[in-house]
C-alpha cells in the first residue's frame, strides 16, 4: 500500500518553519548568552559558568532553595536544557526557555502570603502560598 502525502511537496504547509536544534554546541552556548541577555533586561542576577548558567534567586516554586540552571551539551542534541524544581525541559532558543521562565520572574515579584516573604524574595523552604483564583 504506498504512502500518501499529507501535504505535497514544496506546499505553505510542508515549509513551515519549526524551530530547529542548535546545530552545534557553539550554537547552543550562543543561545545560553542570549538567555543571559533577556534575563539581564528582565533584572534576573545570574551566575555563567562554561555551558551553563544559573538564576539562584530565582526559585522554581515554593521551598525551592536551589534556583533555575540552564546547561547546554556539547554532544548532539544540542539545546538548552532548563533545570527547575527537579524537572529537566530542553528548548531549541533563549526565547522559548525565557518564556518558560517569564512566570517565575513574575511571581518573584510578588510577596507571598503563604510565608511572609517580601516580593523579590525566595519563598521560605517548605512554604504553602495560600491557593489564589488569579
Same mark, same amino acid.
Not at 504512502?3 to 510542508?14: E, F, I, R, V, W
Not at 522559548?96 to 513574575?106: D, M, N, V
Not at 517580601?118 to 502560598?129: I, R
Given at each position: 500500500?504506498?504512502? *500518501?502525502?499529507? $501535504?505535497?511537496?514544496?506546499?505553505?504547509?510542508?515549509?513551515?518553519?519549526?524551530?530547529?536544534?542548535? *546545530?552545534?554546541?557553539?550554537?547552543?552556548?550562543? #543561545?545560553?548568552?542570549?538567555l543571559a541577555e533577556l534575563l539581564a533586561d528582565a533584572?534576573?542576577?545570574?551566575?555563567?559558568?562554561?555551558?551553563?548558567?544559573?538564576?539562584? @534567586?530565582?526559585? *522554581?516554586?515554593? @521551598? +525551592? =532553595?536551589?534556583?533555575?540552571?540552564v546547561r547546554t551539551t556539547s554532544n548532539p542534541p $544540542?539545546?538548552?536544557?532548563?533545570? *527547575?524544581?527537579?524537572?529537566?525541559?530542553? $528548548?531549541? =532558543?533563549? +526565547?522559548?526557555?525565557?518564556? $518558560?521562565?517569564?512566570?517565575?520572574?513574575?511571581a518573584a515579584a510578588r510577596a507571598c502570603d503563604g510565608? @511572609?516573604? #517580601?516580593? +523579590?524574595?525566595?519563598?521560605?523552604?517548605?512554604?504553602?502560598? #495560600?491557593?489564589? =483564583? +488569579?
Open positions: 500500500m504506498p504512502l *500518501a502525502l499529507t $501535504h505535497p511537496a514544496g506546499s505553505a504547509k510542508q515549509n513551515t518553519a519549526v524551530a530547529a536544534w542548535p *546545530a552545534t554546541a557553539a550554537a547552543a552556548d550562543a #543561545e545560553l548568552a542570549r533584572s534576573v542576577t545570574t551566575v555563567p559558568a562554561a555551558g551553563a548558567l544559573t538564576a539562584p @534567586g530565582l526559585a *522554581a516554586g515554593p @521551598g +525551592d =532553595t536551589t534556583g533555575i540552571r $544540542h539545546a538548552l536544557y532548563l533545570i *527547575a524544581a527537579g524537572r529537566l525541559t530542553p $528548548h531549541t =532558543t533563549a +526565547d522559548s526557555a525565557f518564556a $518558560h521562565i517569564r512566570p517565575l520572574i513574575e510565608c @511572609g516573604a #517580601e516580593a +523579590d524574595e525566595p519563598c521560605n523552604p517548605f512554604c504553602l502560598p #495560600e491557593p489564589t =483564583t +488569579d
